[in-house]
Protein backbone atom coordinates (compact mmCIF):
# COMPACT_ATOMS: atom_id res chain seq x y z
CA UNK A 1 0.00 0.00 0.00
CA UNK A 2 1.28 3.50 -0.96
CA UNK A 3 1.83 5.65 1.98
CA UNK A 4 3.06 9.68 1.76
CA UNK A 5 4.36 11.24 5.47
CA UNK A 6 4.77 14.40 5.56
CA UNK A 7 6.96 16.73 7.83
CA UNK A 8 8.97 19.66 8.43
CA UNK A 9 5.31 21.82 9.78
CA UNK A 10 5.54 23.60 13.12
CA UNK A 11 5.35 26.94 14.37
CA UNK A 12 7.08 30.08 12.56
CA UNK A 13 7.51 33.54 13.22
CA UNK A 14 6.07 35.60 10.41
CA UNK A 15 8.87 36.30 7.98
CA UNK A 16 10.39 33.12 8.57
CA UNK A 17 11.03 30.01 7.02
CA UNK A 18 10.30 26.24 6.58
CA UNK A 19 10.87 23.17 4.64
CA UNK A 20 8.33 20.52 4.24
CA UNK A 21 9.19 17.31 3.35
CA UNK A 22 7.21 14.53 1.64
CA UNK A 23 8.49 11.05 1.25
CA UNK A 24 6.03 7.94 -0.54
CA UNK A 25 6.38 4.44 0.66
CA UNK A 26 5.17 1.21 -0.40
CA UNK A 27 5.12 -0.85 -3.48
CA UNK A 28 4.44 1.17 -6.70
CA UNK A 29 5.65 1.18 -10.28
CA UNK A 30 5.78 5.33 -11.02
CA UNK A 31 5.20 8.74 -9.36
CA UNK A 32 3.95 10.95 -11.60
CA UNK A 33 3.28 14.34 -10.52
CA UNK A 34 3.54 15.29 -6.80
CA UNK A 35 1.90 18.56 -5.36
CA UNK A 36 1.59 20.21 -1.96
CA UNK A 37 -1.75 21.48 -0.92
CA UNK A 38 -3.08 23.37 2.08
CA UNK A 39 -6.10 24.14 3.81
CA UNK A 40 -6.66 26.65 6.33
CA UNK A 41 -9.52 26.49 9.29
CA UNK A 42 -12.56 27.02 7.73
CA UNK A 43 -11.65 26.86 4.00
CA UNK A 44 -11.78 24.80 1.18
CA UNK A 45 -8.70 22.92 -0.03
CA UNK A 46 -5.73 24.83 -2.29
CA UNK A 47 -2.98 23.76 -4.34
CA UNK A 48 0.61 25.85 -3.64
CA UNK A 49 2.88 24.45 -5.65
CA UNK A 50 3.08 21.34 -8.45
CA UNK A 51 6.68 19.46 -9.83
CA UNK A 52 6.42 16.78 -12.70
CA UNK A 53 8.33 13.04 -12.56
CA UNK A 54 10.92 15.37 -14.65
CA UNK A 55 11.45 18.34 -12.68
CA UNK A 56 8.92 21.13 -14.21
CA UNK A 57 7.55 23.27 -11.56
CA UNK A 58 4.66 25.34 -10.66
CA UNK A 59 3.40 27.31 -7.76
CA UNK A 60 0.37 29.50 -7.32
CA UNK A 61 0.58 33.44 -7.74
CA UNK A 62 0.70 33.85 -4.20
CA UNK A 63 3.53 32.06 -3.47
CA UNK A 64 5.82 32.58 -6.19
CA UNK A 65 9.19 34.49 -5.53
CA UNK A 66 8.89 32.77 -1.92
CA UNK A 67 7.99 29.16 -2.01
CA UNK A 68 10.14 26.49 -3.80
CA UNK A 69 9.17 22.72 -5.00
CA UNK A 70 11.46 20.53 -5.34
CA UNK A 71 11.77 16.91 -6.23
CA UNK A 72 14.69 15.06 -4.54
CA UNK A 73 13.65 11.53 -6.25
CA UNK A 74 11.35 9.63 -7.85
CA UNK A 75 9.54 9.50 -3.89
CA UNK A 76 10.65 12.57 -2.15
CA UNK A 77 9.09 16.19 -2.25
CA UNK A 78 9.92 19.32 -0.44
CA UNK A 79 8.30 22.58 -0.13
CA UNK A 80 10.98 25.30 0.62
CA UNK A 81 8.75 28.23 2.60
CA UNK A 82 10.18 31.79 2.90
CA UNK A 83 8.60 35.28 3.90
CA UNK A 84 5.94 33.41 5.55
CA UNK A 85 2.78 35.05 6.34
CA UNK A 86 -0.20 34.56 9.04
CA UNK A 87 -2.81 33.64 6.49
CA UNK A 88 -0.94 31.34 5.49
CA UNK A 89 -1.30 29.07 8.64
CA UNK A 90 -2.71 26.06 7.20
CA UNK A 91 -2.53 22.01 7.26
CA UNK A 92 -0.21 21.37 4.38
CA UNK A 93 -0.33 18.12 2.62
CA UNK A 94 1.32 16.07 -0.21
CA UNK A 95 -0.31 14.89 -2.90
CA UNK A 96 0.90 12.64 -5.78
CA UNK A 97 -0.15 10.78 -8.52
CA UNK A 98 0.75 7.24 -8.54
CA UNK A 99 1.17 4.11 -10.61
CA UNK A 100 0.93 1.03 -8.77
CA UNK A 101 1.51 -1.20 -11.34
CA UNK A 102 3.01 -1.18 -15.13
CA UNK A 103 -0.37 -1.58 -16.62
CA UNK A 104 -2.25 0.58 -14.13
CA UNK A 105 -3.71 3.60 -14.18
CA UNK A 106 -2.42 6.54 -12.14
CA UNK A 107 -4.26 7.70 -8.88
CA UNK A 108 -4.25 10.56 -6.27
CA UNK A 109 -2.72 9.76 -2.82
CA UNK A 110 -2.77 12.10 0.13
CA UNK A 111 -0.66 12.44 3.08
CA UNK A 112 -2.18 13.04 6.48
CA UNK A 113 -1.40 16.41 6.32
CA UNK A 114 1.25 18.35 8.28
CA UNK A 115 0.61 21.70 10.63
CA UNK A 116 2.61 24.87 9.61
CA UNK A 117 1.46 28.38 12.44
CA UNK A 118 2.54 31.52 11.41
CA UNK A 119 2.56 33.76 14.28
CA UNK A 120 4.23 36.26 16.46
Known amino acids: QVQLVESGGGLVQPGGSLRLSCVAS????????MRWYRQAPGKQRELVAA??????TNHVDSVKGRFTISRANVKTVYLQMNSLKPEETAAYFCNADVMVGSMDSARGYWGQGTRVAVSS
Open 26 to 33: GRFFRIND
Open 51 to 56: VTRGGT
